[in-house]
């Protein structure tokens, strides 16, 4: 796999809106890093369900299992279906099968819980202004969070702010720095509150979160793949 192609599928499996079709779309993902020919997916959080590709997984199809993990969570069970007359996933496919796989699940997690219904949707903006007060942001960034996390795009913060696309780039790697997240996806989630809270004042940018220990982008090569 060329890095435009790896870089490409690791940013479709941090794009996480729409919610909804999200578990499909990164499944096709996981199974394209592994040159699988198709998959499934059994969830086990919540309502138990089943996930086939289209068209389906083979009746007797041989497939390599790899575990959902996020955390101490096991979220379920992807299966890779390999193409006719191969035996086994190894070498470079296999490690990016798992690296997906890790994705798929920091996603599925994060998904899981930006679903749930708000009893309140002005309360959860009053709550997402208030984790912005108390970061060491400028007003500036916490302006470009604040569109953000309402789901503008890059270029739609860019055009609200008056700003070209390239600094919208340059104030969100400073702000992944300060509040210590690798990624837009983590970035949402610690504002909508889903994971962690939002590091103290003095900008240390200490946080727990980290992506998973795979061949991921650097972050100026995921910026620059942002098309949108």
């Known amino acids: 796999m060329v890095p435009s192609e790896f870089l490409q599928i690791a940013e479709g499996l941090n794009h996480l809106d729409p919610v909804r ?6 499944a096709k993902l996981v199974a394209d ?3 699988a020919t198709s998959y499934r997916v059994e969830l ?10 289209t068209p389906p997984p083979p009746p007797d199809g041989r497939a390599v299992s790899l575990p959902l993990r996020h955390g101490r969570q096991v979220l379920g069970t992807i299966h890779l279906f390999l193409p006719e007359g191969a035996d086994k996933l ?5 490690r990016l099968a798992r690296w997906g796989a890790r994705a798929l699940a920091r996603g ?5 819980r930006m679903n749930r219904p708000s009893a309140d949707g002005r309360k959860k903006g009053q709550e997402v202004q208030s984790r912005l007060d108390r970061t060491p942001l400028t007003k ?6 604040a569109l953000l996390v309402s789901g503008a795009s890059t270029r739609q913060i860019a055009e609200q702010t008056k700003l070209t696309v390239a600094t919208v780039h340059t104030y969100l790697k400073r702000i992944y720095s300060k509040l210590g997240v690798h990624s837009r996806v983590e970035l949402v989630a610690r504002m909508v509150g889903t994971v962690g809270s939002v ?3 003095d900008g240390d940018g ?9 061949p991921a982008p650097t972050e100026e090569e995921a910026l620059a793949t942002d098309s949108l």
């Open 21 to 26: 079709t999200y578990p499909t779309r990164a």
């Open 199 to 201: 590091p103290p004042t």
């Open 44 to 53: 086990e959080q919540g309502e138990r369900k089943k996930l086939d590709s």
């Open 90 to 94: 190894e070498g470079p496919d296999l």
């Open 33 to 35: 890093l592994a040159n």
């Open 108 to 112: 599925l997690s994060y998904t899981s």
């Open 140 to 145: 500036r960034e916490k302006e470009v969070v």
């Open 206 to 214: 200490s946080d727990v979160s980290t992506i998973p220990d795979a």
